[in-house]
Protein backbone atom coordinates (compact mmCIF):
# COMPACT_ATOMS: atom_id res chain seq x y z
CA UNK A 1 0.00 0.00 0.00
CA UNK A 2 2.68 2.29 1.21
CA UNK A 3 4.56 1.70 -2.36
CA UNK A 4 1.66 2.12 -4.24
CA UNK A 5 1.44 5.53 -2.73
CA UNK A 6 4.22 6.36 -3.21
CA UNK A 7 3.75 5.90 -6.77
CA UNK A 8 0.78 7.92 -6.88
CA UNK A 9 2.66 11.14 -5.38
CA UNK A 10 5.42 10.16 -7.86
CA UNK A 11 2.91 10.28 -11.17
CA UNK A 12 1.45 13.55 -9.63
CA UNK A 13 4.39 15.45 -8.52
CA UNK A 14 4.92 18.46 -10.26
CA UNK A 15 8.57 17.49 -11.49
CA UNK A 16 6.25 14.12 -13.73
CA UNK A 17 3.73 16.47 -14.90
CA UNK A 18 5.02 20.16 -14.73
CA UNK A 19 3.37 21.20 -17.48
CA UNK A 20 -0.30 20.29 -16.56
CA UNK A 21 0.18 22.28 -13.71
CA UNK A 22 1.32 24.95 -15.89
CA UNK A 23 -1.08 24.50 -18.29
CA UNK A 24 -4.04 24.55 -15.38
CA UNK A 25 -2.44 28.31 -14.43
CA UNK A 26 -2.58 29.34 -17.89
CA UNK A 27 -6.02 28.50 -18.43
CA UNK A 28 -7.00 30.16 -14.90
CA UNK A 29 -5.07 33.04 -16.21
CA UNK A 30 -6.42 33.60 -19.36
CA UNK A 31 -10.01 32.71 -18.34
CA UNK A 32 -9.76 36.08 -16.05
CA UNK A 33 -7.90 37.91 -17.67
CA UNK A 34 -9.60 37.85 -21.22
CA UNK A 35 -12.77 35.11 -21.06
CA UNK A 36 -14.23 36.78 -23.74
CA UNK A 37 -11.57 35.97 -26.42
CA UNK A 38 -10.31 32.92 -24.70
CA UNK A 39 -13.05 30.34 -24.06
CA UNK A 40 -14.62 30.09 -27.53
CA UNK A 41 -14.58 26.99 -29.11
CA UNK A 42 -13.36 28.40 -32.21
CA UNK A 43 -10.25 29.62 -30.57
CA UNK A 44 -9.49 25.97 -29.31
CA UNK A 45 -10.28 24.36 -32.49
CA UNK A 46 -8.41 26.83 -34.44
CA UNK A 47 -5.03 25.90 -31.61
CA UNK A 48 -5.50 22.00 -32.08
CA UNK A 49 -5.42 22.46 -36.41
CA UNK A 50 -2.82 25.20 -36.27
CA UNK A 51 -0.23 23.05 -34.01
CA UNK A 52 -0.36 19.93 -35.53
CA UNK A 53 2.17 21.07 -38.37
CA UNK A 54 4.59 21.64 -35.82
CA UNK A 55 3.62 18.85 -33.71
CA UNK A 56 4.91 16.68 -36.44
CA UNK A 57 7.82 18.88 -37.32
CA UNK A 58 8.41 18.29 -33.22
CA UNK A 59 8.44 14.46 -33.88
CA UNK A 60 10.96 15.17 -36.90
CA UNK A 61 13.02 16.17 -34.18
CA UNK A 62 12.60 13.62 -32.00
CA UNK A 63 13.47 10.68 -33.51
CA UNK A 64 17.30 11.32 -34.12
CA UNK A 65 17.51 13.24 -30.65
CA UNK A 66 16.46 9.91 -29.20
CA UNK A 67 19.40 8.60 -31.07
CA UNK A 68 21.61 11.47 -29.75
CA UNK A 69 21.55 13.73 -33.15
CA UNK A 70 20.49 17.11 -32.40
CA UNK A 71 18.89 18.28 -35.80
CA UNK A 72 18.82 22.05 -36.35
CA UNK A 73 17.98 21.93 -39.86
CA UNK A 74 14.10 20.77 -39.60
CA UNK A 75 12.96 24.05 -40.11
CA UNK A 76 14.73 24.08 -43.35
CA UNK A 77 13.68 20.55 -44.24
CA UNK A 78 9.90 21.47 -43.59
CA UNK A 79 10.60 25.09 -45.92
CA UNK A 80 12.25 23.24 -48.67
CA UNK A 81 9.84 20.38 -48.81
CA UNK A 82 6.76 22.63 -48.78
CA UNK A 83 8.53 24.88 -51.69
CA UNK A 84 9.11 21.46 -53.38
CA UNK A 85 5.91 20.57 -53.43
CA UNK A 86 5.03 23.87 -54.98
CA UNK A 87 7.18 23.71 -57.56
CA UNK A 88 6.48 19.92 -58.55
CA UNK A 89 2.66 20.64 -58.43
CA UNK A 90 2.80 24.53 -59.75
CA UNK A 91 5.29 24.14 -62.27
CA UNK A 92 6.42 20.93 -62.83
CA UNK A 93 2.34 20.11 -63.15
CA UNK A 94 2.72 17.04 -61.78
CA UNK A 95 -0.14 15.24 -60.12
CA UNK A 96 -0.71 14.51 -55.97
CA UNK A 97 -0.29 11.18 -56.33
CA UNK A 98 3.14 11.59 -57.79
CA UNK A 99 3.93 15.04 -56.30
CA UNK A 100 3.45 13.40 -52.45
CA UNK A 101 5.77 10.09 -52.60
CA UNK A 102 8.28 12.35 -54.21
CA UNK A 103 8.59 14.95 -51.46
CA UNK A 104 8.71 12.33 -48.93
CA UNK A 105 11.26 10.65 -51.07
CA UNK A 106 13.68 13.86 -51.10
CA UNK A 107 12.67 14.44 -47.22
CA UNK A 108 14.35 11.04 -46.31
CA UNK A 109 17.19 11.48 -48.91
CA UNK A 110 17.98 14.84 -47.40
CA UNK A 111 18.09 12.39 -43.92
CA UNK A 112 20.43 10.24 -45.62
CA UNK A 113 22.85 12.73 -46.75
CA UNK A 114 23.01 14.34 -43.24
CA UNK A 115 23.42 10.88 -41.67
CA UNK A 116 26.16 10.30 -43.57
CA UNK A 117 27.72 13.39 -43.39
CA UNK A 118 27.76 12.68 -39.40
CA UNK A 119 28.45 9.13 -38.97
CA UNK A 120 31.01 8.42 -42.21
CA UNK A 121 32.73 12.13 -42.28
CA UNK A 122 32.33 12.19 -38.14
CA UNK A 123 31.10 15.95 -38.23
CA UNK A 124 29.15 16.71 -34.94
CA UNK A 125 25.48 16.62 -35.20
CA UNK A 126 24.52 20.34 -34.83
CA UNK A 127 27.21 21.72 -37.32
CA UNK A 128 26.56 18.83 -39.72
CA UNK A 129 22.96 19.60 -39.51
CA UNK A 130 23.61 23.76 -39.15
CA UNK A 131 25.09 22.91 -42.65
CA UNK A 132 22.87 21.22 -44.19
CA UNK A 133 20.00 23.98 -42.45
CA UNK A 134 21.73 26.56 -44.62
CA UNK A 135 22.00 24.71 -47.76
CA UNK A 136 18.49 23.82 -48.06
CA UNK A 137 17.41 27.35 -47.57
CA UNK A 138 19.89 28.50 -50.49
CA UNK A 139 17.74 25.46 -52.26
CA UNK A 140 14.79 27.09 -51.13
CA UNK A 141 15.43 30.55 -52.66
CA UNK A 142 16.85 28.91 -55.87
CA UNK A 143 13.83 26.96 -56.60
CA UNK A 144 11.49 29.26 -55.94
CA UNK A 145 13.27 32.65 -57.10
CA UNK A 146 12.49 34.48 -53.54
CA UNK A 147 9.36 34.35 -54.01
CA UNK A 148 5.78 32.69 -53.43
CA UNK A 149 4.96 29.97 -56.26
CA UNK A 150 1.24 30.19 -56.66
CA UNK A 151 -1.61 28.83 -59.48
CA UNK A 152 -1.62 25.32 -57.45
CA UNK A 153 -4.22 22.76 -57.85
CA UNK A 154 -7.44 23.70 -56.07
CA UNK A 155 -8.09 20.27 -55.00
CA UNK A 156 -4.80 20.19 -52.92
CA UNK A 157 -5.79 22.72 -50.47
CA UNK A 158 -8.63 20.30 -49.35
CA UNK A 159 -6.03 18.20 -48.06
CA UNK A 160 -5.26 20.08 -45.34
CA UNK A 161 -8.71 21.70 -44.97
CA UNK A 162 -11.14 18.63 -44.90
CA UNK A 163 -12.64 17.43 -41.59
CA UNK A 164 -13.48 14.26 -40.12
CA UNK A 165 -15.32 14.29 -37.16
CA UNK A 166 -15.06 18.22 -36.61
CA UNK A 167 -11.61 17.74 -36.90
CA UNK A 168 -9.12 18.19 -40.15
CA UNK A 169 -6.81 16.56 -41.79
CA UNK A 170 -3.40 17.65 -40.12
CA UNK A 171 -5.02 17.14 -36.83
CA UNK A 172 -5.50 13.19 -37.52
CA UNK A 173 -2.26 12.96 -39.34
CA UNK A 174 -0.18 14.17 -36.18
CA UNK A 175 -2.15 11.85 -34.39
CA UNK A 176 -0.93 8.67 -36.42
CA UNK A 177 2.35 9.39 -36.65
CA UNK A 178 2.48 10.39 -33.30
CA UNK A 179 0.93 6.90 -32.13
CA UNK A 180 3.15 4.81 -34.64
CA UNK A 181 6.44 6.91 -33.69
CA UNK A 182 5.23 5.66 -29.67
CA UNK A 183 5.34 2.59 -30.19
CA UNK A 184 8.11 1.96 -32.10
CA UNK A 185 9.94 3.51 -29.80
CA UNK A 186 8.53 2.00 -26.39
CA UNK A 187 7.52 -1.16 -27.44
CA UNK A 188 10.18 -2.31 -29.99
CA UNK A 189 13.72 -3.61 -29.79
CA UNK A 190 14.42 -0.79 -32.58
CA UNK A 191 13.16 1.55 -29.96
CA UNK A 192 15.07 0.21 -27.27
CA UNK A 193 18.30 0.45 -28.75
CA UNK A 194 18.06 4.03 -30.11
CA UNK A 195 17.42 5.21 -26.14
CA UNK A 196 20.74 3.20 -25.64
CA UNK A 197 22.72 4.89 -28.42
CA UNK A 198 21.64 8.52 -27.25
CA UNK A 199 22.40 7.53 -23.86
CA UNK A 200 25.54 5.74 -24.01
CA UNK A 201 26.71 4.98 -28.06
CA UNK A 202 30.20 3.69 -26.91
CA UNK A 203 28.63 1.14 -24.36
CA UNK A 204 26.27 0.13 -27.31
CA UNK A 205 28.59 0.17 -29.67
CA UNK A 206 31.06 -2.53 -27.21
CA UNK A 207 27.17 -4.37 -26.92
CA UNK A 208 27.08 -4.94 -30.60
CA UNK A 209 24.57 -2.24 -31.49
CA UNK A 210 24.62 -0.65 -35.08
CA UNK A 211 25.43 2.93 -33.75
CA UNK A 212 25.44 4.70 -37.23
CA UNK A 213 23.08 2.19 -38.90
CA UNK A 214 20.56 3.54 -36.64
CA UNK A 215 21.94 7.26 -35.98
CA UNK A 216 21.34 6.99 -40.05
CA UNK A 217 17.55 5.97 -40.07
CA UNK A 218 16.81 7.81 -37.33
CA UNK A 219 18.01 10.98 -39.30
CA UNK A 220 15.96 9.52 -42.57
CA UNK A 221 12.78 8.65 -40.70
CA UNK A 222 12.82 12.51 -39.16
CA UNK A 223 13.53 13.83 -42.84
CA UNK A 224 10.36 11.97 -44.10
CA UNK A 225 8.44 13.51 -41.24
CA UNK A 226 9.50 17.16 -41.86
CA UNK A 227 8.77 16.24 -45.55
CA UNK A 228 5.34 15.37 -44.71
CA UNK A 229 4.95 18.60 -42.64
CA UNK A 230 6.19 20.76 -45.17
CA UNK A 231 3.61 18.96 -48.05
CA UNK A 232 0.75 19.72 -45.60
CA UNK A 233 2.18 22.70 -44.91
CA UNK A 234 1.40 23.85 -48.59
CA UNK A 235 -1.68 22.55 -48.79
CA UNK A 236 -2.84 24.19 -46.42
CA UNK A 237 -1.28 27.77 -48.15
CA UNK A 238 -2.19 26.59 -51.43
CA UNK A 239 1.16 28.38 -52.22
CA UNK A 240 4.74 27.59 -51.66
CA UNK A 241 5.91 30.55 -49.23
CA UNK A 242 10.11 30.09 -48.67
CA UNK A 243 9.35 32.65 -45.80
CA UNK A 244 7.57 29.92 -43.20
CA UNK A 245 9.64 26.99 -43.32
CA UNK A 246 12.39 27.69 -41.25
CA UNK A 247 10.12 29.63 -38.00
CA UNK A 248 9.38 26.05 -37.28
CA UNK A 249 12.23 25.07 -35.58
CA UNK A 250 12.18 27.26 -32.66
CA UNK A 251 8.92 25.19 -31.66
CA UNK A 252 9.65 22.28 -32.26
CA UNK A 253 12.94 21.90 -30.46
CA UNK A 254 11.34 23.55 -27.82
CA UNK A 255 8.45 21.29 -27.20
CA UNK A 256 10.84 18.31 -27.72
CA UNK A 257 13.00 19.63 -24.92
CA UNK A 258 10.14 20.13 -22.52
CA UNK A 259 8.66 17.47 -23.15
CA UNK A 260 11.81 15.34 -22.18
CA UNK A 261 10.77 16.72 -18.51
CA UNK A 262 7.66 15.55 -18.62
CA UNK A 263 6.67 11.84 -17.68
CA UNK A 264 9.75 9.54 -18.56
CA UNK A 265 11.83 11.92 -16.11
CA UNK A 266 14.85 13.39 -18.89
CA UNK A 267 13.99 11.10 -21.72
CA UNK A 268 12.60 12.60 -24.82
CA UNK A 269 9.28 10.53 -25.43
CA UNK A 270 6.46 11.21 -27.92
CA UNK A 271 3.41 11.56 -25.31
CA UNK A 272 5.76 14.42 -23.50
CA UNK A 273 6.49 15.96 -26.73
CA UNK A 274 2.66 16.29 -27.39
CA UNK A 275 1.49 17.78 -24.15
CA UNK A 276 4.52 20.41 -23.84
CA UNK A 277 3.52 21.23 -27.74
CA UNK A 278 -0.03 22.29 -26.76
CA UNK A 279 1.01 23.83 -23.39
CA UNK A 280 3.29 26.37 -25.14
CA UNK A 281 0.68 27.14 -26.89
CA UNK A 282 -1.46 28.28 -25.17
CA UNK A 283 0.57 30.48 -23.58
CA UNK A 284 1.60 31.98 -26.90
CA UNK A 285 -2.93 31.85 -27.91
CA UNK A 286 -3.40 33.49 -25.10
CA UNK A 287 -0.80 36.55 -24.59
CA UNK A 288 -1.96 37.05 -28.57
CA UNK A 289 -5.37 37.01 -27.80
CA UNK A 290 -4.72 39.81 -24.89
CA UNK A 291 -3.31 41.84 -27.65
CA UNK A 292 0.52 41.84 -26.83
CA UNK A 293 2.94 42.68 -29.75
CA UNK A 294 4.48 39.41 -31.39
CA UNK A 295 7.73 39.78 -30.78
CA UNK A 296 6.13 38.53 -27.39
CA UNK A 297 6.05 34.80 -29.28
CA UNK A 298 9.98 34.86 -29.64
CA UNK A 299 10.60 36.02 -26.12
CA UNK A 300 8.26 33.43 -25.11
CA UNK A 301 9.67 30.38 -27.09
CA UNK A 302 13.22 31.25 -26.39
CA UNK A 303 12.63 31.54 -22.19
CA UNK A 304 10.90 28.44 -22.65
CA UNK A 305 13.26 26.82 -24.68
CA UNK A 306 16.52 27.44 -22.40
CA UNK A 307 14.37 26.77 -19.16
CA UNK A 308 13.09 23.37 -21.00
CA UNK A 309 16.82 22.39 -21.93
CA UNK A 310 17.78 23.27 -18.61
CA UNK A 311 15.41 21.27 -16.86
CA UNK A 312 15.95 18.41 -19.22
CA UNK A 313 19.80 18.30 -18.58
CA UNK A 314 19.68 18.15 -14.58
CA UNK A 315 16.72 15.44 -14.92
CA UNK A 316 19.36 13.37 -16.62
CA UNK A 317 21.98 14.31 -14.19
CA UNK A 318 19.95 13.01 -11.70
CA UNK A 319 19.08 9.84 -14.04
CA UNK A 320 22.88 9.06 -13.77
CA UNK A 321 23.64 9.42 -10.34
CA UNK A 322 20.98 7.28 -8.87
CA UNK A 323 21.97 4.42 -11.55
CA UNK A 324 25.55 4.79 -9.94
CA UNK A 325 23.78 4.95 -6.84
CA UNK A 326 22.27 1.80 -7.45
CA UNK A 327 25.13 0.13 -8.72
CA UNK A 328 27.35 1.18 -5.90
CA UNK A 329 24.58 -0.06 -3.61
CA UNK A 330 24.40 -3.45 -5.45
CA UNK A 331 28.30 -3.79 -5.07
CA UNK A 332 28.67 -3.00 -1.19
CA UNK A 333 25.86 -5.66 -0.65
CA UNK A 334 27.23 -8.33 -3.25
CA UNK A 335 28.39 -11.63 -0.65
CA UNK A 336 32.41 -11.41 0.01
CA UNK A 337 34.54 -14.10 -1.88
CA UNK A 338 35.25 -16.98 -0.15
CA UNK A 339 38.05 -16.63 2.30
CA UNK A 340 40.93 -19.30 1.43
CA UNK A 341 42.68 -20.36 4.20
CA UNK A 342 40.86 -18.68 6.93
CA UNK A 343 42.22 -15.16 5.33
CA UNK A 344 39.64 -12.92 4.14
CA UNK A 345 39.88 -11.63 0.67
CA UNK A 346 41.73 -8.24 0.27
CA UNK A 347 41.96 -8.72 4.67
Do not use: C
Not at 69 to 96: D, T
Not at 122 to 136: D, H, W
Amino acid sequence: MTSRRAEIRRALSFRNISAIYIFIVLFVVFTIWIPEKFLQVGVWRSLLDAEALTGIAAIAALIPLVAGSLNLAVGAQVGFSAILAAWLLGVAQLPIAVELPAVLLAGALIGLVTGLVITKLRVEPIIATLGMSSILLAGMAWVSNSQQILGLDPAYREIATSRFLGITVPVWVLLAVAIVTWYVLERTPVGRRMYAVGFAPEASHLAGIGVDRLRIGSLVAGGALAALAGALLTSRLNAGDPTVGPSFLLPALTAVFLGATQFRAGRFNVLGTIVALYVLAVGIKGLQLAGLPRWVNDLFYGMSLILAVALSQWEKREKRKAAEGDDAAEEDSSPTPPAKDGVAAGG
